[in-house]
């Protein structure tokens, strides 16, 4: 079992800036890939930013040159820098994480969301 433990949500006006940290712990092989997804009220759940193991990113086109995904494998943890932060980027943010069990398949884990709060 993974455990998903996420931090750093909260209220900022239009062009502030937040980081978010989210921390896996728990009883397996290694994490695959660790990322970021945001669901809007009304609206569907979608990636934010993802970092995959071996350093490569993918970013929601909506975000590229404002937010900043980073890991650091050594503490299964993943970070996002949110910059020039608008109030669209409002919306729960969901943690996730791609992780290989002992067992070695594949499975993912959610966070149980933050809030992050843009006001205009």
């Known amino acids: 079992q993974v455990q998903l433990v996420e931090s750093g949500g909260g209220l900022v006006q239009a062009g502030g800036s937040l980081t978010l940290s989210c921390a896996a712990s728990?009883?397996?092989?290694?994490?695959?890939?660790m990322g970021w997804y945001r669901q809007a009220p009304g609206k569907q759940r979608e990636l934010v930013a993802a970092?995959?193991?071996?350093?490569?990113?993918n970013y929601a086109t909506s975000v590229k040159g404002r937010f900043t995904i980073s890991r650091d494998n050594d503490k299964n943890t993943v970070y996002l820098q949110m910059n020039s932060l608008r109030p669209e980027d409002t919306g729960v943010y969901y943690c996730?994480?791609?992780?290989?069990?002992?067992?070695?398949?594949?499975?993912?884990?959610w966070g149980q969301g933050t809030q992050v709060t843009v006001s205009s």
């Open positions: 996730n994480a791609n992780v290989w069990s002992t067992s070695y398949y594949l499975k993912d884990y």
């Open positions: 728990g009883h397996f092989f290694s994490v695959r890939s």
């Open positions: 970092a995959i193991s071996g350093g490569s990113t």
